[in-house]
């Protein structure tokens, strides 16, 4: 379980250009983490994926990451208040949503 919240957490840490700036919604993320295509080594389980997009759109991670999640841009980094964001939500995530 702590793999998958580390690898989630690396997939959205190596992110580093991303268009757009309206927030994408909670469907959005979910799906783009369900994806086959996903960035993450792995796609998760629609449950799992449900759980953790809730937490990333509510979260205080901007608009151009979460654009970034979904349009599964491997070349994004966000800032470092973003990146300690992600980190914060690690926990949360591994707790929360891996466990299911």
């Given at each position: ?22 927030r994408p919604d909670q469907d ?73």
């Amino acid at each position: 379980m702590k793999k998958t919240g580390l690898i989630l957490i690396t997939f959205a840490l190596a992110f580093t250009t991303a268009c757009g700036s309206n927030r994408p919604d909670q469907d959005e993320v979910s799906k783009s983490l369900t994806s086959k295509s996903s960035a993450q080594s792995k796609a998760l389980p629609k449950k799992q994926a449900d759980c953790v997009a809730d937490i990333l759109v509510k979260s205080d991670l901007s608009d151009k990451t979460l654009v970034a999640v979904v349009e599964q841009d491997k070349t994004y980094k966000g800032t470092k208040k973003e990146q300690k964001v992600l980190t914060g939500l690690g926990t949360t995530i591994t707790k929360k949503c891996l466990g299911q």
